[in-house]
């Protein structure tokens, strides 16, 4: 009885996979078979049809068949096996592939035509004959990724095509546009595709800035080092002043460090001051203080940069302040001289900036007197065009200082006005706390602690300690203390103190703020799909504003990494 049944089921297997063979059917009972067949890859289904063929053989039906099998049914470990037996037993001659894949375009015989153009492509694939003819079957085969990495290995063949080729890519992505967008598209290719010259990786990353992709520019300058290891230096220029222009500081520090400018014995002075003056620029923006201040050292010769690279140079030197106290005073000397440089050289613009430099400078150095003099002289200076959102800022702040709190209130308004101003922002989340807490003592410890305080790191941990859990301020007290925590190297240590915030003011700004941090703190700790996972729950949470921003910026980043 049980022979019996097994000779009825191979019967019946049989019969299903003589069926399946043809390369056309798609039916829900084949795909079943299929999916027997991956699972028992013992079949050697795909090897017995490769067996079949005839050395150079022009078997339309066999070969559609061991195509077919090759693409749907063989197990991908076995792939590349399968591939190299096959490859010897297709016809020989390019003019038999090319009139045949003419011969189904022609007719829009479209599945033929990709089946054999996957064969072509394994006997051929560096043949510019078949080349334009496999791309046009992919595009009116709507495979529009097979025809963009179409477009690249033709590149690679004829590097001459260059300039047709960028024009024929740009055209494929305004055709996708109704199925991907620029950025999906050139990302399939971009992870895709393996390239073999830097030409292709140029040409992709001439694409992502036409159509702002700055993650896809990043890669494939990356993908352009790793074949050339050194890129021509203006290539390299131009890759930096696009992520310059477009605000992308962290883009443009990943280039520089791989181009590893410091050390290079390549570079004239002129080509060394320029990636200097980028490195000065990306590292202002990510607060990296430590980068700007040690570039120049010893001997800050500063004399060369240009009025903006020597602000932001001064301005390093004011708010670095992990150091030790002869290093700091040595930094604010430095400091001095450059604003005074400025203040007597440079264009209308950085003076003005110098000046608000300079009344930071003295803020630090707890001259508050001398400060609110410089700001009040400016601000009655009938030639000055800019705006008085900074003057009216730092006047707050030194009257935050000297607790004078109503008039500070009055003053963080005013400067809050001036929405298009970067000093705006910063003006209203001062003016938030100073209205969480209207109780002296505890409202001086936390402002005492503020980045913009003359104090240093031990006293502001200091101050932050002596704020009480009862205070409104006591989570944010607890977030800058993890902040100031973390950037002097001991993120474990922060990372508890964000975990108290979260578990104690659950589903509110701070505690999903500190929960971001929090993420981006155990990254290394944790596996991709875990920090992603984090990352959306913290999207789902709030909505709006800068801690969204934060994870989709830490979501986007992971995934290029990985």
């Known amino acids: 009885m049980y022979l019996f049944l097994i000779i009825l089921f191979t019967a019946c297997f049989q019969t299903t996979f003589a069926k399946c063979q043809d390369w056309y059917q798609s039916t829900l009972e084949c795909e079943e078979y299929r999916k027997i067949l991956r699972a028992d890859s013992s079949q050697n289904?795909?090897?017995?049809?490769?067996?079949?063929?005839?050395?150079?053989s022009?078997?339309?039906?066999?070969?559609?068949?061991?195509?077919?099998?090759?693409?749907?049914v063989a197990p991908t470990h076995k792939l590349p096996t399968y591939i190299h037996l096959l490859k010897n037993k297709l016809p020989e001659k390019e003019s038999w592939f090319f009139n045949k894949l003419k011969q189904y375009r022609i007719h829009k015989e479209l599945e033929s035509a990709s089946t054999l153009a996957w064969l072509a492509e394994i006997r051929f694939p560096h043949s510019t004959t078949l080349r334009q003819e496999l791309t046009e079957i992919y595009k009116l085969n709507a495979d529009f990724i097979l025809a963009g990495k179409s477009y690249l290995n033709w590149l690679n063949i004829e590097e001459t095509n260059k300039q047709?080729?960028?024009?024929?890519?740009?055209?494929?992505?305004?055709?996708?546009?109704?199925?991907?967008?620029?950025?999906?598209?050139?990302?399939?290719?971009?992870?895709?595709?393996?390239?073999?010259?830097t030409l292709s990786s140029s040409v992709l990353g001439e694409l992502c800035r036409k159509y702002n992709h700055a993650s896809g520019v990043l890669q494939c300058y990356r993908s352009q080092q790793a074949i050339s290891h050194q890129l021509p230096w203006k290539e390299t220029q131009t890759i930096l002043r696009y992520f310059s222009d477009n605000n992308h500081w962290d883009y443009m520090l990943s280039v520089l460090k791989l181009t590893d400018w410091k050390k290079s014995k390549d570079l004239n002075t002129e080509n060394y001051r320029t990636y200097e003056k980028f490195f000065l620029k990306a590292s202002f923006h990510l607060k990296k203080w430590s980068n700007i201040v040690g570039i120049l050292s010893p001997g800050n010769d500063w004399h060369h940069l240009d009025w903006e690279a020597q602000l932001h140079f001064s301005l390093s030197c004011i708010r670095y302040r992990q150091v030790s106290e002869d290093r700091i005073?040595?930094?604010?000397?430095?400091?001095?001289?450059?604003?005074?440089?400025?203040?007597?050289?440079?264009?209308?613009?950085?003076?003005?900036?110098?000046?608000?430099?300079?009344?930071?400078?003295?803020?630090?150095?707890?001259?508050?007197?001398?400060?609110?003099?410089?700001?009040?002289?400016e601000k009655d200076n009938p030639g000055r065009k800019e705006s008085s959102s900074a003057l009216l800022y730092?006047?707050?702040?030194?009257?935050?200082?000297?607790?004078h709190y109503k008039k500070a209130d009055s003053l963080l308004v005013l400067a809050g006005a001036y929405t298009t101003e970067e000093s705006a922002g910063r003006a209203l989340e001062i003016r938030y706390w100073l209205m969480l807490d209207s109780s002296g003592a505890h409202r001086k410890h936390f402002f005492n602690a503020l980045p913009e305080s003359p104090f240093g790191y031990h006293e502001k941990i200091y101050f932050l300690s002596k704020i009480p859990e009862s205070s409104p301020l006591w989570p944010w007290g607890r977030l800058e203390s993890a902040t100031f925590i973390w950037k002097t190297g001991k993120p474990d240590s922060a990372v508890i103190l964000l975990d108290s915030i979260n578990k104690r003011y659950p589903n509110t700004w701070i505690g999903i703020k500190a929960k971001a941090l929090q993420t981006y703190l155990r990254e290394s700790d944790q596996t991709v799909d875990s920090s992603l996972a984090n990352y959306d729950e913290i999207l789902l949470q709030y909505q709006q504003g800068v801690i969204p921003e934060f994870s989709r910026e830490r979501i986007r980043q992971i995934k290029e990494k990985h």
Do not use: M
Not at 45 to 56: D, G, K, P
Not at 178 to 195: C, H, K, M, R, V
Not at 396 to 401: C, D, G, R, S, V
């Open 58 to 72: 022009t078997d339309i039906n066999k070969l559609q068949k061991v195509s077919f099998c090759l693409r749907h």
């Open 164 to 197: 047709f080729i960028f024009f024929s890519l740009s055209q494929l992505i305004q055709t996708v546009k109704t199925e991907l967008n620029a950025s999906e598209f050139l990302d399939s290719l971009i992870y895709g595709y393996s390239p073999h010259s």
């Open 394 to 403: 730092w006047r707050a702040i030194i009257n935050l200082f000297e607790q």
């Open 45 to 56: 289904i795909c090897r017995e049809n490769i067996q079949q063929l005839a050395i150079n």
């Open 329 to 377: 005073q040595s930094l604010r000397k430095t400091a001095r001289k450059i604003l005074q440089h400025i203040r007597k050289n440079a264009p209308d613009p950085w003076q003005y900036r110098s000046i608000l430099a300079k009344t930071e400078l003295l803020i630090a150095e707890n001259k508050f007197i001398e400060a609110k003099g410089l700001l009040q002289k």
